[in-house]
C-alpha cells in the first residue's frame, strides 16, 4: 500500500508541484488495490473519495475524527525530495497531501516531519550525516511537543545500541504516526552509513515494522543513493504492476522538474 501511495503522490506532485488535491485523490484510486492491507482510516478516506467526497472532507473520517495513522507519513518521501530547498512549501505541500486520508493533527505532522527528514538525508548525500545534527534539525521544526519529546528521547539512544525491545518501547513501533515516524528517523540517523544495518534495525523491532523500514529506507536511500541497496534485494523485489523501472522514472521525473 506505501508503495501505490507513494508512486501516486510522486506522479501527482510531477504533473502539480505545488500540488493539487484533485488529481492526487484521482491517482489515489487509480493505484488502490484493496487486498495491499491498507489502514482503516486510509481504506475509509478512499471509499469517501471514491463515493465522490471532495478530497478536502474525505478525511475527516467518521464523527469528524481524523485518522492519525502512518500512512500519510509513509507516502510522503516524494515532497521532501522535491522542495527540499524551501521548507515553508515543503510543510505546506505535505500537510495538504496529508489531508486527503489523514486530517489528525498527529498524522498531517509526521507526514510533514518525514518529508523534512527525507529532505536532510538527502541533502546530507556525498558527506557523512552527523545523527545527532539530523535528529536536532527535525527537533527545530516540528509544531508539537508529542513528537518533540520523542525526537529528543531518540537524540539521547543514538549509538548506545539499545536493544529493538527497548527502541520499540520507548519510541513505538505501532501504525501511529507518533509511534512510528520518531522511529523509522531513529533507525536511519542510527545505521545512516549502510542500507542494510538501517533495514535490519527497523525490521527487527516487531509490530508494524514494514512500515517503518519503509520510511527508514525511504532516508536511507536518500542519503546513500541506489547503488547503497544490494542488488540481490533489488533482483528480489516481487513481480507486480508497480516496477523498480518505473519508480525509477518517476523519480528522475521528479529530479526533472526540480530543474
Known sequence: STTEMTLALAESLVAHPEFEGDDFARRLLAHWTASRGYGQGTTLALHRLKAGVAWQEAGAGQSGRGCYGNAAAARSAAVGLLHRDDVPTLRWVAEEAAGVTHTHAHGVEGAALFALAVAVALDARGGELAPQGFLETIAGETQMREYLSHLELAASMLGRGAKPVVVADRLG??????????????????????????????????????????????LSGAHLGITAIPQRWREGLEKGPITPSIMLRTARALAAVRR
Open 173 to 218: 513501533n505501532n501504525q501511529t504516526a507518533l509511534g512510528s515516524v520518531v522511529t523509522a528517523l531513529f533507525c536511519f540517523a542510527d545505521h545512516a552509513a549502510s542500507f542494510e544495518d538501517a533495514a535490519l534495525a527497523a525490521l527487527r523491532l516487531g509490530g508494524n515494522a514494514v512500515a517503518i523500514a519503509s520510511m527508514t529506507l525511504a
